[in-house]
């Protein structure tokens, strides 16, 4: 019985271990129901849903994050930003990281959310909801973000949670420049007594942002100050710290700048950025402390550095720095020079470098120099650099000065050549060929010599900073001119000719050298037509264009033509002698506005505009010349000279304006007022017509006659009037009113607008040939006409519409067209929520689509409105431009056909008819 009982017990244990391990598995599943708040059910929700679903959701999200954060370049030419989430573009790479991580939290969701009793029992549920908003923060798909913080701070708004939430929610709404509800969010979270301590340092540093995207430094220091203090995760403090620095050395205070990279500089942060540092440490040290050598000698060490070989364009320019707090400007601009030269792959640093050179040259005054490192530095300089616009206006003004000059300086020496005897002219020619000749073979020389020079430039810079600097000089600057000045011959002018590098540069942009470099499309071989805009949005100018072009095929023909080419150029004759003159008063007066308007020389204007004066005393310039010259020495305090030019306007030029303005000093600003009072007058008047009190806008038009005579918006006026008759009276009088407007306003835009109306009334009406004799009815023809050809468009009556412009490429300025529209939305639309889009209708047209307003009466209503308003496209050319109404099913078909001119038909048939 014993061996019986022995051979049993396996058997039996094993029996009870499948009996005990089912019927724990049938407890299990029947406790661990998410309807059912057990201890068994909670700890395996929670478990599951904590170590299968978001653990690995969140390190997908980190995933994901820490690439954005690696594909945003630090320009640390600029303030920082303090978070570093990328942009959209970029975000697509981390689209799948996110995307898995939200389906991860969703099945979590989904499979163990436990709300029982009102009350969700899984405590991890709430951070899977907001893993979701994360995502979506990370893939810049921010509105929908929105909606997911808005959700987790509004379901859990007595959990922890909800802090993190309202914290993201502040950078959703920084990231849309939505000012308002950030500092809203930032206030509440800051007042809230139960806002964990541990999360202050993050939410210092939303302040900051904050504060630094509102251009409030003070405030900003602050909070980065905090942020810095609070903050555990070393990296973070490092970023802070610099930022901190920044804004110390961007508002003067170089000590606490110093004060902050040293911060940085002891978390050890990333190699660029503690380069940064100790670069950014060198320019903000007192030069007149005992630090100072030390640092410049830190500099110097740093260039030895192999590790630094990129970053020397980055230490001269630190060096440069140092050497201008010295007051030792040529050093600066050596060293400046040198980290141009130095400068391989930061395209930014170079420009800089270029710029710092320019804003020197500009200080001096030395105009030429200061506007070729001016069109250097546009060469190279970012559109999104926070000065960009100023630094291209200082540069267009500084060419449009330097183009006059060489105007003038053009004209004066070929009116001297053309002075001497027709032996002397052939002779000096001769000269000028031989010399240009010598020229060429030089160049081709010193082409090969720079080479070389420029290889052991890069092995120089590598060892002495100071070694070699003076020659490294851009096009035209002193010292590589080897003739043109101001009494050079025209076709010698160096300085003219380093116009062709920077104009390149302007026209084509910073192209690398390849195959194809016109083209900003490689696979395409489609040309855009002279005067179009370049890649950057700069119009091209084609007279620039022209005067480059005719210099190249100029000094390709060989001696002979070149010679007559020369000669051709002379003004011999009376007609072309008063040509040149008449070229060099506008130059004059062009340069003397400049110095006065754009460059504030007071001094440089008043002595080109006496000048005009002296050598062209009756030029058509001459009672606003003589008015420059007073405000100029008005402004110089040079009061015996402003009373000279004021008097000659005052007792010669009584009844001019000029002499209203000298005696009254607020005329002008009266005269404004009157305009503004006119403009208000008439807005309200359009507004009327808005808002169909077509009465009213007849009745108001009248009041304008009589208040304001010859007031320039007369024809606006009459045009309103015309089509306020049309919606109240018959359809004889509103062509009667349309031919009006075309009688009295002949040559204004709105007797266009009114041909256009009376054309599609009635083509008859408009442009009747001059022989209006018709033939005996018995001798006329029977006229036969062919059956109607069905339209592809079709007609949808209670549908969405569109309103599109089409227009032949390039003969408007789609941004402006796009700029004029959003203006007009705003202020008569701004409700409807329109978009504004372009593109291309086959190779020759472009269009611009407004969408989407809800009818065919509310669409045509807006288009009459925009067409009408006389701001909406008051500095845009609409000669070319076609105006309909069409229908997204409509678009898609006129995209297929091209068929412009059939819809034309259509849309007047179906639409106006």
């Given at each position: ?26 407890l299990i599943y029947t406790g661990c129901s998410v309807k059912k708040n057990t201890v068994i059910s909670r700890m395996y929700h929670k478990t599951t849903a904590h170590y299968n679903g978001y653990f690995n959701a969140r390190e997908r999200v980190k995933q994901g994050a820490k690439t954005l954060a690696t594909s945003q370049v630090d320009r640390y030419d600029r303030i920082l930003p303090v978070f570093k989430h990328g942009d959209a573009a970029s975000a697509k790479a981390v689209f799948p990281d996110m995307d898995e991580a939200i389906k991860k939290v969703s099945l979590v969701i989904q499979r163990h959310s436990m709300e029982i009793d009102g009350k969700e029992r899984n405590k991890w ?209 050596d060293f400046l020079r040198k980290s141009t030269a130095s400068s391989v792959g930061n395209s930014n640093q170079k420009a800089l470098s270029y710029l710092k050179l320019a804003e020197i040259f500009f200080k001096k005054p030395e105009y030429p120099l200061a506007q070729t490192y001016y069109d250097s530095t546009a060469a190279f300089l970012s559109q999104d650099h926070p000065d960009y616009i100023t630094i291209i206006n200082t540069k267009t003004n500084l060419t449009k000065l330097i183009k006059n000059l060489a105007v003038i300086q053009t004209e004066d020496s070929l009116q001297r050549m053309a002075s001497l005897s027709p032996a002397e002219r052939e002779a000096s020619i001769d000269r ?482």
């Amino acid at each position: 019985m014993s061996f019986i009982r022995n051979s049993l017990k396996p058997n039996f244990n094993r029996h009870f271990l499948r009996v005990l391990v089912l019927a724990f598995t049938i407890l299990i599943y029947t406790g661990c129901s998410v309807k059912k708040n057990t201890v068994i059910s909670r700890m395996y929700h929670k478990t599951t849903a904590h170590y299968n679903g978001y653990f690995n959701a969140r390190e997908r999200v980190k995933q994901g994050a820490k690439t954005l954060a690696t594909s945003q370049v630090d320009r640390y030419d600029r303030i920082l930003p303090v978070f570093k989430h990328g942009d959209a573009a970029s975000a697509k790479a981390v689209f799948p990281d996110m995307d898995e991580a939200i389906k991860k939290v969703s099945l979590v969701i989904q499979r163990h959310s436990m709300e029982i009793d009102g009350k969700e029992r899984n405590k991890w549920i709430d951070d899977c909801y907001l893993l979701i908003g994360v995502a979506q923060f990370y893939k810049h798909e921010t509105w929908t973000a929105i909606e997911s913080f808005q959700f987790v701070a509004a379901q859990y708004r007595n959990e922890p949670i909800k802090y993190d939430a309202l914290m993201y929610l502040t950078q959703c709404y920084l990231r849309l420049g939505k000012m308002p509800d950030a500092e809203y969010l930032l206030g509440t979270l800051r007042d809230d007594g139960k806002f964990p301590v541990k999360k202050k340092g993050m939410l210092n540093a939303i302040y900051a942002d904050y504060y630094i995207q509102q251009n409030d430094y003070e405030k900003a220091i602050e909070h980065l100050t905090k942020a810095g203090s609070m903050t555990k995760k070393r990296a973070d403090r490092a970023r802070y710290y610099f930022i901190l620095g920044q804004i110390h050395q961007k508002m003067g205070d170089y000590p606490k700048a110093v004060t902050a990279y040293e911060a940085c500089m002891d978390l050890n942060p990333a190699y660029e950025m503690m380069f940064n540092a100790r670069v950014n440490r060198a320019s903000s040290v007192d030069v007149n402390s005992p630090d100072a050598k030390g640092i410049r000698e830190m500099l110097v060490k740093m260039l030895s550095d192999d590790k630094n070989i990129e970053y020397h364009d980055q230490i001269y320019y630190a060096l440069a720095q140092i050497s201008l707090k010295e007051n030792n400007t040529q050093e600066a601009i050596d060293f400046l020079r040198k980290s141009t030269a130095s400068s391989v792959g930061n395209s930014n640093q170079k420009a800089l470098s270029y710029l710092k050179l320019a804003e020197i040259f500009f200080k001096k005054p030395e105009y030429p120099l200061a506007q070729t490192y001016y069109d250097s530095t546009a060469a190279f300089l970012s559109q999104d650099h926070p000065d960009y616009i100023t630094i291209i206006n200082t540069k267009t003004n500084l060419t449009k000065l330097i183009k006059n000059l060489a105007v003038i300086q053009t004209e004066d020496s070929l009116q001297r050549m053309a002075s001497l005897s027709p032996a002397e002219r052939e002779a000096s020619i001769d000269r000028l060929i031989e010399v240009e000749t010598e020229e060429r073979l030089r160049k081709e020389k010193e082409r090969e010599e720079k080479l070389l020079k420029d290889k052991e430039m890069k092995e120089q810079s590598q060892g002495d900073p100071f070694g070699n600097m003076q020659d490294i000089r851009p096009p035209g600057s002193a010292g590589q001119q080897s003739g043109g000045g101001g009494t050079g011959w025209y076709f010698s002018n160096q300085s003219a000719l380093s116009f062709g590098y920077t104009d390149f540069i302007r026209i084509w942009g910073n192209r690398k050298l390849e195959d194809n470099w016109r083209r900003s499309s490689r696979s395409s071989f489609a040309e855009v037509p002279g005067g179009g805009p370049d890649e950057t949005g700069e119009a091209v100018d084609s007279t620039d264009l022209a005067a480059v072009a005719a210099r190249d095929s100029i000094m390709a023909l060989d001696n002979a033509k070149r010679k007559q080419a020369y000669l051709e150029s002379i003004p011999v004759t009376p007609e072309m002698r008063a040509a040149s003159d008449e070229k060099i008063v506008e130059a004059y007066y062009n340069v003397g506005l400049i110095y006065k308007e754009q460059l504030r020389d007071n001094k440089e204007s008043g002595r080109n505009f006496e000048t005009l004066l002296q050598r062209y005393p009756e030029n058509q310039y001459k009672l606003p010349t003589i008015y420059n010259l007073y405000r100029v020495y008005l402004a110089l305090g040079d009061e015996e000279k402003s009373d000279y030019y004021k008097n000659i306007i005052l007792n010669n030029y009584a009844d001019s304006e000029y002499a209203k303005i000298i005696l009254n000093p607020d005329y002008f600003k009266d005269q404004q007022k009157k305009v503004a009072i006119q403009k208000v007058f008439y807005e309200n008047t359009y507004r009327a017509y808005l808002n169909k009190q077509y009465e009213d806008v007849i009745e108001r038009k009248s009041m304008a006659d009589s208040l304001f005579p010859s007031n320039e918006l007369a024809p606006k006026y009459e045009l309103l009037t015309s089509l306020a008759i049309g919606k109240l009276r018959s359809l004889p009088e509103f062509e009667a009113s349309l031919k009006q407007v075309i009688r009295k306003f002949p040559e204004d835009s709105v007797a266009g607008r009114a041909k256009e109306i009376l054309a599609r009334l009635n083509p008859a009406t408009v442009e009747q040939p001059k022989d209006t004799t018709v033939a005996p009815k018995e001798t006329q023809p029977e006229i036969v006409e062919p059956p109607k050809k069905r339209s592809m468009f079709t007609v949808q009556k209670d549908t969405i519409q569109y309103v599109l412009f089409v227009y032949v490429n390039n003969t408007i300025s789609t941004e402006d067209f796009k700029v004029a529209i959003s203006n007009y939305n705003s202020n008569f639309h701004r409700t409807k929520q329109l978009q504004v889009n372009s593109s291309f209708l086959g190779q020759e047209y472009q269009f611009l689509m407004i969408k989407q307003l809800p009818n065919k009466e509310e669409a045509l209503g807006y288009l009459d409105g925009l067409l009408n308003d006389p701001e909406a496209f008051s500095n845009i050319d609409m000669g070319s431009a076609r105006s309909v109404v069409i229908t997204p099913d409509n678009l898609i078909m006129l995209l297929q056909t091209k068929d412009i001119d059939g819809y034309e038909r259509f849309y007047e048939e179906q639409y106006l008819n």
